[in-house]
Every structure is written in structure tokens, then in C-alpha cells.
């Protein structure tokens, strides 16, 4: 148990709130281990990720031979787009909020290498630096958020993915990612994506305790601990309100509801109970 787990979910927020507004780089905060974009950037992280979305997509759907995907957020570190080539993707997109991804080849490098040790043929890396790797391998980085998708033609992606990215999308932006999701779908395309409702604080559900004029501020969105707290039925029928199909492929959830109603903003109190005991999903994304 890390020592994290002591400090008080409350504790937590403030610190973070503090943190954040200190005139720090991203990457300062990186190394130091106090903000992060996931672990993406160890190879093996990235294979295990990727081959996990993609045997879901394989086992509930079909991926064409030289399928082009996208990844949303892969924070940190662009190696899922190289472990995208090795399992057959022509063409690789990733898309993130910001210019998060470690620039420095030396993990791309292992992570090819660890590739070939388990039978994926990926052709030898003739680059000296990570962007022109990429621009060798097509991988495409685009760092403006829902605004970078339209860059992708319409109906060109096969295989979009996410490993909890979902709920960190804001609130009101969560339907135009959706919308343009849609657009980028290929007919017969399939989508697989992760979601954890948990709060970013310790596990539970300590950011329904506050209302919208509070959590969506600019204060509460930057400073690491953010989630749209949409639940998750209602992320679904947003989902399909889209133009997709949807179905959970797995569920994790909490024995009990973990914060007592009275807790809550007013906002969520009048969900009912099972609004609020998923604690993660799976899904299936196909267009209608």
C-alpha cells in the first residue's frame, strides 16, 4: 500500500490545487512523479494496453487486414502507434489533449526490439530521432484535442481505442468527441474503450460532493484530479445519442454505493442507486 493511501481524499484536492498552480512545466512534474499521463512510456505497458483493446475488438468484431486506428489520450508516451504498426495497422493516429509524449527514441527503440522477441514482425528502424521514426512508421500525433480529429477523413478508421480516457474528456465536450468519432468510423468499424467512474482522489466517489459551478471551473480542470463524472448509463446513451451501438463487454463494481446520497451535490441525487455502483467498462462501439 503506497503511502498516498493515507492521505485523505480531501488532502488530496488541496494539494493538487496548490501543485498545479505553481509555475512548474509538465515535464518537471513528469520526472518527479507528481503528475502523470499514465505509464505508456514502458514498453511492455504499452504491448499489454494495446494487445488487450485490440483481442477485444478481434473477439467481438473483424479488423481488417491493414486497418488504420486511433488511440485516444495516449498521454505520455506515442508507443502504442509503433505497437499498432507491429499488429498489422497501415496507419496509426493517435490524439491527445496536449504535447504530452516523451520525445527521446530510446524507448521506441526497446519497445521494437521487445516486439521482435515475440514473433511481431516490425521492419528495422532506420531513424535517428522520434519524430522522423514516426514519420517513418506513419504514426500521426495530434495534440489539440476533439479539435485534432479533423484531421482524419471521414469513415477511415477501423479500430479506435481507450484505456481510461473517457471519463477525463470535459463534460461539455463530451458529445462533440462522440459526434466526431462518428464521422471517422469506418462502415463495419469497431470501437473498444475502457472507462473507470472511480474519482481521482481515492477510489470512490468523493467528486460527486460537488456541484458544476465548482468542479467545471478552470481551477478544478488543470489540476490533475479531473473527471466529467458523467455516469455511466448516461455516458452510454450518449454514446448512441451519436450514432453508435454500444455494448459492455465487462463490468467491475463497488459492493455498495461508496458515498452516502446526502454526500452529494443536489445535481446527482436523484440518480438512482445503479447509477452509482459501476466502478469501470468495458464497451463496444460499432456504428448504427
Given at each position: 500500500?503506497?503511502?498516498?493511501?493515507?492521505?485523505?481524499?480531501?488532502?488530496?484536492?488541496?494539494?493538487?490545487?496548490?501543485?498545479?498552480?505553481?509555475?512548474?512545466?509538465?515535464?518537471?512534474?513528469?520526472?518527479?512523479?507528481?503528475?502523470?499521463?499514465?505509464?505508456?512510456?514502458?514498453?511492455?505497458?504499452?504491448?499489454?494496453?494495446?494487445?488487450?483493446?485490440?483481442?477485444?475488438?478481434?473477439?467481438?468484431?473483424?479488423?481488417?487486414?491493414?486497418?488504420?486506428?486511433?488511440?485516444?489520450?495516449?498521454?505520455?508516451?506515442?508507443?502504442?502507434?509503433?505497437?499498432?504498426?507491429?499488429?498489422?495497422?497501415?496507419k496509426a493516429w493517435l490524439a491527445d489533449a496536449g504535447p504530452f509524449a516523451e520525445t527521446d527514441i530510446s524507448g521506441c527503440r526497446a519497445l521494437?526490439?521487445?516486439?521482435?522477441?515475440?514473433?511481431?514482425?516490425?521492419?528495422?528502424?532506420?531513424?535517428?530521432?522520434?519524430?522522423?521514426?514516426?514519420?517513418?512508421?506513419?504514426?500521426?500525433?495530434?495534440?489539440?484535442g476533439t479539435r485534432s480529429l479533423r484531421a482524419i477523413p471521414d469513415q477511415s478508421i477501423d479500430f479506435t481505442w481507450s484505456q481510461v480516457v473517457?471519463?477525463?474528456?470535459?463534460?461539455d465536450e463530451f458529445s462533440a468527441l462522440m459526434k466526431e468519432l462518428r464521422r471517422i468510423v469506418a462502415p463495419g468499424g469497431i470501437g473498444v474503450?475502457?472507462?473507470?467512474?472511480?474519482?481521482?482522489?481515492?477510489?470512490?466517489?468523493?467528486?460527486?460532493?460537488?456541484?458544476?459551478?465548482?468542479?467545471?471551473?478552470?481551477?478544478?480542470?488543470?489540476?490533475?484530479?479531473?473527471?466529467?463524472?458523467?455516469?455511466?448509463?448516461?455516458?452510454?446513451?450518449?454514446?448512441?445519442?451519436?450514432?453508435?451501438?454500444?455494448?459492455?463487454?465487462?463490468?467491475?463494481?463497488?459492493?455498495?454505493?461508496?458515498?452516502?446520497?446526502?454526500?452529494?451535490?443536489?445535481?446527482?441525487?436523484?440518480?438512482?442507486?445503479?447509477?452509482?455502483?459501476?466502478?469501470?467498462?468495458?464497451?463496444?462501439?460499432?456504428?448504427?
Open positions: 500500500m503506497g503511502l498516498s493511501s493515507y492521505v485523505p481524499w480531501w488532502a488530496k484536492l488541496g494539494i493538487k490545487l496548490g501543485l498545479a498552480r505553481l509555475p512548474v512545466p509538465y515535464a518537471l512534474w513528469k520526472r518527479i512523479g507528481l503528475f502523470r499521463h499514465g505509464e505508456m512510456m514502458v514498453p511492455e505497458r504499452a504491448i499489454s494496453a494495446f494487445e488487450s483493446h485490440f483481442q477485444s475488438a478481434v473477439q467481438n468484431g473483424r479488423v481488417p487486414a491493414k486497418f488504420h486506428s486511433l488511440e485516444l489520450g495516449p498521454g505520455d508516451s506515442v508507443l502504442s502507434g509503433f505497437v499498432a504498426r507491429a499488429f498489422g495497422a497501415e521494437l526490439e521487445l516486439l521482435a522477441s515475440r514473433g511481431r514482425i516490425v521492419a528495422p528502424l532506420k531513424s535517428t530521432t522520434l519524430p522522423d521514426a514516426m514519420n517513418e512508421y506513419d504514426i500521426v500525433y495530434l495534440t489539440d473517457l471519463e477525463h474528456i470535459y463534460r474503450h475502457s472507462i473507470d467512474f472511480r474519482d481521482h482522489l481515492g477510489g470512490g466517489l468523493n467528486n460527486l460532493r460537488f456541484g458544476d459551478d465548482v468542479w467545471e471551473t478552470q481551477a478544478f480542470r488543470t489540476s490533475g484530479f479531473y473527471t466529467n463524472r458523467i455516469r455511466p448509463r448516461e455516458m452510454i446513451d450518449l454514446m448512441e445519442a451519436a450514432g453508435f451501438r454500444v455494448e459492455v463487454i465487462s463490468e467491475q463494481r463497488w459492493p455498495k454505493v461508496p458515498l452516502a446520497r446526502d454526500r452529494m451535490a443536489p445535481q446527482f441525487r436523484a440518480f438512482a442507486d445503479e447509477d452509482f455502483m459501476v466502478c469501470e467498462i468495458r464497451v463496444i462501439m460499432r456504428p448504427a
